[in-house]
């Protein structure tokens, strides 16, 4: 979000240095990893809006970037969701493609994944590379005059009369930086920096798990995919909702959702969490036939979740805050990078559901 918000800011003529304690393609954070599902499930029209918005963006940035950064593979949402059809109309009056398949025609499709109920397939959907992207963007950002400084710790944020003034610790050696106004996009760190500064809706960090799985059945396609439980025992040990997709050369993702242990981002263990992962391979056993449920990588990533999952963007003084995007932010990137530049210029606002102060979130 960091990258997406210079790269917006630099495209419009501002004077931007970003800061990031660790160095490029880090995995301490939430955006490392070559696979991201741009789901395109939703029904609001704030998020609606967004998607459509986000399509555009991301063209955008292929074309600038002279890289793919969205494999458009499609992404089918299936189970037991209420919402499919508000999903389905709410995507088809914004121009977006979606259309509901039986499950034995969405099991023709892609025989890797067993459906036993209709499914909701949007072509539009695919996978973004968070890997390939980070750098476009910062390259972008860069070539429009940012200075990207990697390797540099923010240690304390102060707001003054006429802006902000950061201490920061750059390889050992204590600099003090101002600016008219700080971007604050710290992810899992976000509370941490800004706890005193800032009244921000609770957000709660956890360490999340998916795993890879080897592929069994190699002529298979595959989706992106969504899976909302039912009831009765058959989905007793689910802990969530489970999302997946393929990795290019690691296999088929599949994970829990928000479910993981709440962590300190600087106190993590980067190991899974024993229970959830033989539930995972359970419900591969179960629902994966295109894979093999014992042969398997973990990964490790934060998640930073508000209580009602919808993100932060706001403006508190010279402050701009970017947080709390609960496992479901990076689709939006572009979007968010847009709508911070937007806060920070004042040339525009951000939807009243991504306020700080919205009631019911602390
Ligand atoms: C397992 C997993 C699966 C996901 N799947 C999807 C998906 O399928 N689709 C989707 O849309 N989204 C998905 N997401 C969510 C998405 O990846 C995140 O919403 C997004 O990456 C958040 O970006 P961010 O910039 O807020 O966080 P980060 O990328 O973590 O950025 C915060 C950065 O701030 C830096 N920082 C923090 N404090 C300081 C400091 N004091 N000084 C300097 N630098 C600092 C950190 O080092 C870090 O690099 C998933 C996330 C995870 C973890």
């Known amino acids: 979000m960091g990258s997406a918000a210079a790269w917006a800011l630099a495209s419009r003529g501002r004077d931007v240095t970003l800061l990031e304690q660790f160095s490029p393609g880090h995995r301490n954070g939430a955006s490392h990893g ?28 292929e074309a600038d970037g002279g890289e793919r950064l969205l494999a458009r593979t499609g992404v089918v949402n299936h189970g037991t969701d209420p919402h499919l059809g508000d999903i389905r109309n709410a995507l088809r009056g914004a121009g977006l493609r979606a259309e509901f398949l039986t499950a034995a025609d969405a099991a023709e499709r892609w025989r890797g994944i067993r459906f036993d109920q209709e499914v909701l397939y949007m072509p539009d959907g695919g996978q973004l590379n968070p890997d390939a992207a980070l750098p476009v963007l910062q390259r972008l950002a860069a070539g429009r005059g940012a200075d990207i400084r990697h390797r540099v710790t923010v240690l304390d944020v102060a707001v003054a009369d006429d802006g902000v003034r950061l201490t920061v610790d750059a390889g050992g050696r204590t600099e003090v930086l101002t600016a008219r106004q700080a971007v604050v996009t710290a992810g899992a760190w976000t509370a941490k920096l800004l706890g005193g500064l800032a009244s921000l809706p609770r957000l709660t960090v956890t360490q999340e798990q998916p795993a890879h799985f080897a592929i069994r059945d190699e002529g298979a396609l595959w989706p992106g995919f969504n899976h909302v439980p039912g009831q009765g025992p ?36 980067f190991t899974p969490e024993p229970a959830q992962m033989a539930a995972l391979q359970r419900y591969a056993r179960t629902w994966l ?26 403006r508190i003084g010279p402050l701009v805050i970017g947080a709390g995007f609960s496992g479901q932010g990076f689709k939006f990137t572009p979007v968010v990078g847009r709508i911070l530049a937007d806060l920070a210029t004042g040339e525009g ?12 979130v602390r």
């Open 234 to 269: 058959e989905f007793a040990d689910w802990y969530s909702p489970v999302y997946g997709m393929q990795t290019p050369g690691e296999g088929i993702k599949a994970g829990w959702h928000g479910v993981g242990p709440v962590v300190d981002p600087d106190r993590r263990s």
């Open 34 to 61: 070559t696979t991201r599902n741009f789901n395109p499930g939703y029904a609001g029209p704030d998020y609606v809006a967004m998607l459509a918005e986000a399509v555009r963006l991301w063209d955008e940035l």
């Open 289 to 314: 036939p295109g894979v093999d449920a014992d042969s398997l990588t973990d990964v490790s990533c934060t998640y930073t979740t508000t209580v009602d999952e919808n993100f932060v963007l706001d």
């Open 349 to 360: 606002t951000a939807p009243a559901i991504f306020s700080a102060s919205r009631p019911g």
